[in-house]
């Protein structure tokens, strides 16, 4: 794999080469970082959920569309889920400091 950009994270600045082939939440085990997720990125929980901050992303998959309309008071603008986006380039991403609510619940 290539990387095809930078993919920074906030609070911290953490800055990693970024692979469109890999998810956000795959970019973050890559890097050791402590990402909530409870369900192992099937998109069932939300619990993965990033802001994107700037920077260009592979679009919304069925499955992550799908828990964005049932839970659309969930969801800040620019959310997405860890475990199904990818970046296209370089990607500024947040990761909220506040534990995030499993839907499933």
Partial sequence: MKP???LTWLPDGQQQPAY???TML???MNVDRDHPQ????????GTCRVRIVSG????VFPDERLL???FPGSFRPGERL????RPVGDVVVEVSIDEIQDLRD
């Fill in 68 to 70: 964005m309309e049932d």
């Fill in 4 to 6: 095809t950009g930078t």
């Fill in 56 to 59: 260009a992303v592979s679009p």
């Fill in 26 to 28: 795959s970019h973050a």
């Fill in 82 to 85: 860890a475990c199904q986006v």
């Fill in 38 to 45: 409870a369900c192992g990125g099937h998109s069932e929980c």
């Fill in 20 to 22: 469109t082939e890999l």
